[in-house]
């Protein structure tokens, strides 16, 4: 469990502070650019944690791609 949370953390926990700090500061036009993985896409049976956060990472930049 200890390596799940850890990845949770540095992956998707920085990403979404990121986010948090991007939707307050960045001005019209502005970028926020977050790493993704190929490791989202496909099944990571060797690295379930990091599959997951990165998962969760695109997640995350889709939401925030969206209209609302």
Do not use: I, R
Not at 35 to 42: F, K
């Amino acid at each position: 469990m200890d390596g799940f949370e850890h990845m949770m953390s540095f992956n998707l926990q920085s990403a979404v502070a990121c986010s948090a700090v991007a939707a307050k500061a960045l001005k019209a036009g502005g970028m926020l650019v977050l790493t993704g993985a190929a490791a989202a896409l496909t099944g990571t049976p060797g690295m379930l944690a990091y599959g997951c956060s990165k998962a969760a990472t695109h997640h995350l930049v889709k939401s925030l791609a969206g209209k609302d």
